[in-house]
Structure formats: structure tokens, C-alpha cells
């Protein structure tokens, strides 16, 4: 019972990341019919830049933590501007691979900047950590679980409530006709990449604390997110938590329960059995149909 | 035409100093000796300092007078820890450069895939990497001076079968320096009258390892043996304080350098590892042999480079030193320098005493690692 608990305390907070992670997916391509493969390197920006700001500037975290999205938003803006604008002829499999080009040279350019040793960061808060039942649950993964439900509850206001988030929702149906209606619609996809971008920084400064930040962090985080986005049906913010909220505990549950060497096999495994009998996720719409 | 120009030059430069060399008193020829290392890459922890500390030990040697009046002259390529481009590294060590020997490479799979090129070639090789597979079985041309894993894992068990300690749980990174460490910690356990009640592995990018944790805790071991190098062993440390797991923790070598204690911070109080000596020369006892030659090397290091000292560079420093050694009234002679080698007996280096014979290619004994303690961030020998 005690190992139960301690599993889901482990799967939910990998998890929670997982699914912040995915939601940054998810959200681009809902709006611009993209997968954008740098997406785990943002996170790896957000969590370094986190820790530059926080242990290398001595900023207030909240500051820091702000800061940091606010780089890796820019770092989103960038790459649309720079990179995906101005392709000829923006067929997705070329935008696709320039995103992959993309990820290449951050990693690089990290690696120049941070150097290549992992660093660590203080947690948010200093409590001891939490028993329940025998197992630990550690304050960051309140913070963790808290904040990432903060982001998509916004996410999901902003859509629904806001102007701009029903433009943007516009421009993602279809991007002629809200031009017609006076839609910006490049402002909206380059949006959509700023608030892409910021949601894998806020996934990478969650995880900061938990972990050991490096370089090349964001391959695996990247995986991982867009196999919870594939689970939980890409498009859908629901489904982005729900996949990696499903993938962090189903790791968990095959380390406690199979073995530590099929970790990440159970979770390539899922997503294989999702996309074979429910290609569309187990969230997402059948209609959808962008390529 | 910029190239054409280039070229022209370089010709003319190449004339220049051809005509110019042979009238230059330079006394006897120089002899080369080559280095591969993985200066770049994911492994430059290890090659960068191998790099450094070869050509601090040349600078030494040639200081001194050289060997028998050759200065010595190295030259050394990057292999960036890709076996073929170590291969392509080792190709051109022997055929271009004709060195009379080779100090690296920094890995095990780059020091295997250059062994077959350099036994061709009959260039003798001191490889800088632990894997016992290089000199196991012994070939006559290569050698190497890091230490094998065994010698790790015979430290451990000999400090756990002290401590009264029966059963334990390992946690092994999932890749071939984790797989060599569970091998060896599997095969020697029952040696020691140990039992291993769980073993888990973790992933070298793992973020969170409480879920091994818990399955090791349940398992109930009276000390949990982790084998990986950074980070992951940082995090393990941490969700070890945070779980209140109170078994002793013990850490492979992989994780012995100043980094970990920074990552792992005030988690890493009482983890006990076995390291090279290096680390904590100065609680050495006066007579050690060895404390003379790591004080040597560390001040000069650090005098030399200003960066903090660690035990890897140490392997590239004791092969060129082992080599200028062999070196003595060989003229240059391959096949006599490794020879020479095998004769080495009692030479005291940075990782340990070593003393080869026609069996053992590696040298070193029981006394290449000790056990420390880390105390308030502070590596502590044990006795």
C-alpha cells in the first residue's frame, strides 16, 4: 500500500510536467496545425535560464520564475519569426523538420551558454516533505500539480472568454476566413508560438527543482510531452492532462510493478496501443483534419 | 582564387621551413608519442583534463632533459567519443604521424575499436578508459591505467562486509557503465557472503527516481549501492533524504569529482564511495608512496591551468609517464617499449602503485582506491 501511494506520488508529479509539457504541443497545433519538435528544448531553456536567474542573479524566484517564461516565450517568438515565416512554401513536413533543424541549434547554442555539466536549483518552497500513509510526497510536487492546473484552467478562460482567445481559436479553424473577418492572423500564430514556447519554460522551471538541469534535458522531456499529447488526443487541453498525467503514472506503475528497465518502454508501448486503436487520441475529435 | 592563394602560401611556408630545419641544432630527433582523447563531446569531463595533464607531464619530461637526450613531442587528436572517429584518430597517429605510441583513448568502446589499428601498425597503446575488457585478455601491445570496476566494487563489499552488512539493493544507470557495475557487483556479492535483495536500474535522464526507491525500501536491504555518474546519483541522494530512507548509501566512483557534492548539496552528508587517492591526498599518511606524486600533480595542475583538480586526468598523466619510463634506451624501438612496460614494477602514479606483469596489463591493486566519507561537503578518508 505504502509503495502504491509512493508510485502515484511519483507517476503524478513526472506526470504534471509531462502534461505542461504536452499542453505546449497541443496548443500550437491546435492553432497552427504544427508539431514543433524544438518544444522540449524550450523546456530545457525555461528550467537553465531559471536557475541562471535565481542562483546566478540572486533574483527573487517569483521573478525568476516569471523571467524565465517570459526568455523562453522570446525564444518562441524568435523561432517563428526567424524560422518558420519565412519558409516559401510552409508545407508541414518542411516546418516540421525546420523545427527539428531548430532544436539542434539551441541545444547548441545551451550548451555554449551553460556549459555542459548538469546544475541544480533550490525548491520553491522549503517545507519538509509530506508523509502520507508511509510515503513522501515533496512540496514541489504540490507546486507542481497546482501550477500546472493554474496554466490550463488560463489557457481555457482565455480561449473561451477573451477576444484574442477566440481569434486565435479562429485562426486555428480556419485561417483564411479570419483573415477575411479582420482577423491578424499572423499576429495570432506568432501568439500561439510565444505562448507555446512559455508553457514549455513554465514545464522546465517546474521541474528544475525536482531534477538536475543540462543541456541536453529537452530531447526526453520533448518525447515524453508529445507522447502525452498523442495519448490524450493533440488539439485537446484536456487530453494533454489527462495523457500526461496517464503516462507519469503508468511509468511509475511499470517501475514499481514490471521493472526499471521498461520505463520508458511502457510508455512508447501506450502510446503505440493509443494510436493503433484510437488514432485520435483517447480525448481528441474525430473531425479534426488539418494535413 | 582565395584558396588557390592559400595553398601557395602554405607551400612556400612548407619550403621555408624544411630548408630551414635541418640547418637548426636541435640535437637528437624528437620522439612523437600520440594521444586520443574526447576532448569534445559528452565525455570531455574525461578527455579535457586526459588532454591537459598529457601535455603537462611532456612539459615535465622534456623540462627534466628528455629521454636519453630525445625530447619528446606529442601529438594529439579529439575523438569527440565516437569509436570511428577514434578509429580514423588512430589511423593517422600510425601511418601520417608515426608515432612510436598512444596514450588514450579516453572510453572503453573507443579504446576497443582502436585496438585492432594499432596492433596492425605494432604501436604500443596506453588506454585511459576503466573497461576490463582492454586488457582482458592480456594483449602484448596494449595497456591501461585506469582502474578496473572490480577494484571498485572489492572496496565497497570490503567496507560493507565490515560494517556487518548482509543484504543489500542496488540501483544500477541504465547504461555501460552501470551494466559493467551491476555485472560486477552481481558476480562478487556471494563472494563477500552479501546478498542483493533487489536490483533497479534508472535512466541516465531520469528525473525522479522515488519509485525505485520505494520498490528497494519494501525489499527492506540494509544499505542501498547506487552505480551511475551525474546527475542521476545526485538525484538518487536527494530522494533518499527526502523518503527518510535510513540505510547507509553508498556511491560508485562515477560520481567522485567536486560536481556531485555540488549537485547533490547537504543530501550528499554521509554517502559513503570509493575514489582514487587523489581526492583526499592531503589525509594521506606521510608514507605512502603514492602522496608525493598526487601533491606534484595537483599543485601543478592547478598552478598550470587554474581549474579545480579531479582523479581523470590523472590516467593520461601516469600512461606518458609509465611510456617516458618505458622509453629508456629504446631507441625508439616499438616492440622494446612495450616490453619495457611489462617490466614496470612499483611506480608510483596519480590513480595508483603500479606494477605490470605478463598477465596483468593493468597494474594496479587494492591500494588504487580508499573509501571516503562526505562530512559537511568534504571528502573524508576512511581508515
Known amino acids: 500500500m505504502q509503495e502504491l501511494i509512493q508510485y502515484l506520488f511519483s507517476g503524478i508529479t513526472n506526470g504534471a510536467v509531462y502534461a505542461v509539457i504536452a499542453l505546449g504541443f497541443s496548443m500550437l497545433y491546435s492553432s497552427t496545425g504544427l508539431i514543433n519538435f524544438a518544444h522540449g528544448e524550450f523546456v530545457m531553456v525555461g528550467a537553465l535560464t531559471l536557475i541562471s536567474l535565481s542562483k546566478g542573479l540572486n533574483l527573487p524566484l517569483p521573478v525568476a520564475f516569471a523571467g524565465s517564461v517570459a526568455i523562453t516565450a522570446a525564444a518562441g517568438l524568435l523561432l517563428e519569426r526567424l524560422a518558420i515565416r519565412n519558409v516559401r512554401k510552409p508545407h508541414p513536413i518542411v516546418l516540421v523538420i525546420i523545427t527539428v533543424g531548430a532544436s539542434i541549434l539551441v541545444r547548441g547554442i545551451a550548451m555554449l551558454c551553460w556549459g555542459k555539466d548538469s546544475l541544480n536549483c533550490p525548491p520553491y518552497s522549503n517545507h519538509a516533505p509530506i508523509d502520507v500513509a508511509g510515503a513522501t510526497l515533496l512540496p514541489q510536487s504540490i507546486w507542481i500539480l497546482a501550477l500546472t492546473l493554474l496554466v490550463v484552467i488560463g489557457l481555457h478562460v482565455f480561449h473561451k472568454r477573451f477576444l484574442t482567445g477566440r481569434a486565435m481559436l479562429a485562426t486555428a479553424i480556419s485561417r483564411k476566413a479570419a483573415g477575411v473577418v479582420g482577423i491578424p492572423t499572423d499576429i495570432m500564430v506568432l501568439l500561439a508560438f510565444a505562448m507555446s514556447a512559455a508553457m514549455g519554460g513554465i514545464g522546465g522551471a517546474l521541474i528544475a527543482p525536482i531534477s538536475m538541469s543540462s543541456f541536453d534535458m529537452g530531447m526526453t522531456l520533448g518525447l515524453k510531452g508529445f507522447c502525452a499529447a498523442m495519448i490524450g488526443g493533440l488539439g485537446s487541453s484536456w487530453g494533454a492532462i489527462f495523457g500526461g498525467l496517464l503516462l507519469g503514472v503508468l511509468e511509475a506503475l511499470g517501475v514499481g510493478f514490471l521493472s526499471s528497465g521498461l520505463k520508458d518502454a511502457s510508455a512508447f508501448v501506450l502510446l503505440l496501443l493509443i494510436l493503433y486503436f484510437r488514432p485520435t487520441g483517447l480525448m481528441g475529435k474525430a473531425t479534426v483534419q488539418r494535413f | ?383
Open chain 2, 1 to 383: 582564387m582565395r584558396t588557390a592563394k592559400t595553398t601557395i602560401f602554405c607551400a612556400l611556408a612548407a619550403l621555408v621551413i624544411c630548408t630551414l630545419l635541418p640547418g637548426m641544432s636541435w640535437g637528437k630527433e624528437p620522439y612523437k608519442i600520440g594521444g586520443i582523447f574526447s576532448i569534445t563531446g559528452a565525455s570531455s569531463f574525461l578527455g579535457d583534463p586526459e588532454k591537459k595533464s598529457m601535455e603537462m607531464a611532456i612539459d615535465q619530461i622534456n623540462a627534466a632533459g628528455g629521454i636519453d637526450g630525445h625530447m619528446l613531442e606529442a601529438v594529439i587528436y579529439d575523438d569527440e567519443g565516437d569509436p570511428t572517429k577514434a578509429v580514423l584518430a588512430a589511423q593517422k597517429l600510425t601511418s601520417k604521424d608515426e608515432v612510436i605510441a598512444i596514450v588514450g583513448p579516453s572510453l572503453t568502446p573507443t579504446s576497443l575499436a582502436v585496438i585492432p589499428v594499432i596492433e596492425k601498425a605494432g604501436t604500443p597503446l596506453i588506454s585511459c578508459a576503466a573497461g576490463i575488457k582492454i586488457t582482458e585478455p592480456v594483449k602484448p601491445l596494449v595497456y591501461k591505467t585506469a582502474q578496473n570496476d572490480v577494484l571498485a566494487v572489492q572496496a565497497i563489499f570490503n567496507h560493507i562486509k565490515k560494517a556487518n552488512i548482509k543484504k543489500i539493493g542496488i540501483l544500477t544507470v541504465e547504461n555501460a557503465f552501470g551494466e559493467s557495475g551491476k555485472e560486477q557487483l552481481t558476480a562478487q556479492a556471494p563472494k563477500f557472503g552479501i546478498e542483493i535483495v533487489l536490483a533497479e536500474t534508472f535512466g541516465a535522464k531520469d528525473t525522479d527516481m522515488t519509485a525505485q526507491l520505494a520498490k528497494i525500501r519494501a525489499a527492506q536491504p540494509e544499505a542501498i549501492v547506487c552505480w551511475g555518474t551525474n546527475p542521476g546519483p545526485a538525484v538518487i541522494s536527494k530522494n533518499v533524504v527526502q523518503m527518510n530512507i535510513k540505510v547507509p548509501l553508498y556511491q560508485s566512483h562515477g560520481v567522485a569529482s567536486p560536481k556531485f557534492i555540488e549537485l547533490a548539496e547537504s543530501a550528499a552528508d554521509g554517502i559513503l564511495l570509493p575514489t582514487g587517492k587523489i581526492l583526499v591526498t592531503e589525509q594521506l599518511s606521510e608514507t605512502d608512496s603514492q602522496k608525493k606524486v598526487l601533491q606534484g600533480y595537483t599543485t601543478e595542475f592547478q598552478k598550470r591551468y587554474s581549474m579545480p583538480v579531479g582523479g581523470f586526468g590523472g590516467y593520461a598523466y601516469d600512461g606518458t609517464h609509465l611510456l617516458a619510463a618505458a622509453l629508456k634506451g629504446t631507441e625508439g624501438d616499438k616492440a622494446k617499449i612495450a616490453a619495457n612496460v611489462e617490466k614496470i614494477n612499483g611506480f608510483p602514479g596519480v590513480t595508483g602503485t603500479f606494477t605490470f606483469t605478463p598477465t596483468d596489463h593493468n597494474g594496479l591493486g587494492d591500494d588504487a582506491f580508499v573509501m571516503v566519507v562526505i562530512k559537511d561537503g568534504k571528502w573524508q578518508l576512511l581508515k
